[in-house]
């Protein structure tokens, strides 16, 4: 049988840990806008490049990309910005299959030193 001080803390680890998960929660703000391909689009043509749109000018020393697959992880190339508070990656394989795909992201924007992350998938249907 528990002792009441036993309860007590286990009463107050419930409350840390639900107060903690509270806060996780409340950090689900994203810095990215939109992207190339778009967040849970379905192609028919396998894209050539990935452009993800932000609030504000990426770091691109400070940020990457990755994209994976069917086939696991596919080589991307020429990681750049254009510019418009954007990043761009080309596919290195312009011949991916048809399938589901991942987007990941880590990105520093602008003048926040925050290291934000994120992902999205999009699908690839050719029927070829
Ligand atoms: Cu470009």
């Known amino acids: 049988m528990l002792g ?18 509270t806060c996780t929660s409340s950090s689900d703000y994203s810095p990215l806008l939109r992207s190339e391909p778009a967040a849970d689009s379905v192609l028919n043509r396998a894209p050539r490049n990935l452009r993800l749109f ?3 000018l990426p770091d691109v020393p400070k940020s ?10 596919y080589d991307l190339r020429g990681f750049h910005t254009m510019g418009a508070n954007d990043l761009m990656i080309e596919i290195t394989n312009p011949s991916i299959p048809d399938g589901d795909y991942v987007v990941s992201w880590t990105a520093v924007i602008g003048d926040d030193p925050s290291v934000y992350q994120g992902s999205f998938g999009f699908s690839v249907v050719t029927n070829r």
């Open 64 to 73: 990457s990309l990755s994209l994976t697959g069917p086939d696991g992880s």
């Open 54 to 56: 932000y609030g504000a």
């Open 4 to 21: 009441s001080r036993n309860f007590k803390s286990i009463l107050v680890l419930l409350v840390l840990t639900s107060t903690l998960l």
